[in-house]
Every structure is written in structure tokens, then in C-alpha cells.
């Protein structure tokens, strides 16, 4: 079955940088489109960025584009996103997302927490 496994997150100051990774398992990893998600304290959960199957192409959020980057290993099965400037309002649970075959599939989320 599809299994999306999140690491990476954890506290950070203001200005930091963290990478979260995605390890996925149970589909064909190079041939879906991956993206990155986040879900803040009493807000919707938001599309971050997003990367296709080969990672010619990339989009992000505006509130993230110059500071995050999405990227991918097709040979590892993983997605990454490198966020650099973090700032507090990067708090939140950041989920690694697949629409696969009419399905969305979530990770089970790993917590960013921008604070001084």
C-alpha cells in the first residue's frame, strides 16, 4: 500500500533553515507529481510547493517562493523540501501529499516550529 513517511522537522530560530524528507513506498515514485503541504493552528491546510514526476518543473506558494526549494531522488523514493529564512509564520505541520489514481494520500506530518 502507499506509505508516505515525513522527517525532518523540528524547532528552529528565525532565519534557519531545516529539510524535510519524504520516503515513499507501494507506487511507482517517478511517475506521479509529489507536493508538499502545511496545516497551521487554527487554519486550512495550504499547498507549499509542488514538483512533477521528473522534477523539470516546480511551484510554490508565494508566500515560500525564494525561500523554500522542492526536489526529488527517484532512485531513493524521496521528496525533499529545503526551507531556508524560516520565518514564525512557517509554524506548522507539514504533510507530503500524492494524487495518485483519483486518491490523495497524506503523510502522517512532521512539525516545523519557527521560534526564538
Known amino acids: 500500500q502507499v506509505q508516505l513517511v515525513e522527517s525532518g522537522g523540528g524547532l528552529v530560530q528565525p532565519g534557519g533553515s531545516l529539510r524535510l524528507s519524504c520516503a515513499a513506498s507501494g507506487f511507482t515514485f517517478s511517475a506521479y507529481s509529489m507536493s508538499w503541504y502545511r496545516q497551521a493552528p487554527g487554519k486550512e491546510r495550504e499547498l507549499v510547493a509542488g514538483?512533477?514526476?521528473?522534477?523539470?518543473?516546480?511551484n510554490y506558494a508565494d508566500s515560500v517562493k525564494g525561500r523554500f526549494t522542492i526536489s526529488r531522488d527517484n532512485a531513493k523514493n524521496t521528496v525533499y523540501l529545503q526551507m531556508n529564512s524560516l520565518k514564525p509564520e512557517d509554524t506548522a505541520v507539514y504533510y507530503c501529499?500524492?494524487?495518485?489514481?483519483?486518491?490523495?494520500?497524506w503523510g502522517q506530518g512532521t512539525q516545523v516550529t519557527v521560534s526564538s
Open positions: 501529499h500524492l494524487l495518485r489514481l483519483g486518491v490523495h494520500y
Open positions: 514538483i512533477t514526476n521528473g522534477g523539470g518543473i516546480t
